[in-house]
Nanobody
């Protein structure tokens, strides 16, 4: 299983970016697909997740600004990030968890928010 994350870049505060995570297999094989991030000098943290049934959950710090969605036909999950803040600067990772608990990580994509 491979997860290909993309869409990171440099953006000014208040701007938007859309991250993509394309999974090499049918995403229905996973009960949860998530975005994590790790900022400079910080621990990796959960940003948002979407379940196989379409349920979503968000970290408090991104609620109202970020939206996670999935396209089952494309085996892809997206993270729309609006009103970006300096503290959103991080490497963002895609994670997929199977029902048996096995997890897979994609390579990170760097998001840098400038003032």
């Amino acid at each position: 299983v491979q997860l290909q994350a993309s869409g990171g870049g440099l953006v000014q505060a208040g701007g938007s970016l859309r991250l993509s995570c394309v999974v090499s297999t049918n995403i229905f094989a996973f009960n949860v697909i998530s975005w994590y991030r790790q900022g400079p000098g910080k621990q990796r943290e959960l940003v948002a997740l979407v379940t196989s049934r379409g349920g979503t959950n968000y970290a408090d710090s991104v609620k109202g600004r970020f939206t996670i969605s999935r396209d089952n036909a494309k085996n892809a999950v997206y993270l729309q990030m609006n009103d970006l803040k300096l503290e959103d600067t991080a490497v963002y990772y895609c994670n997929a968890q199977r029902r048996d608990g096995t997890t897979f990580w994609g390579q990170g994509t760097l998001v840098t928010v400038s003032s």
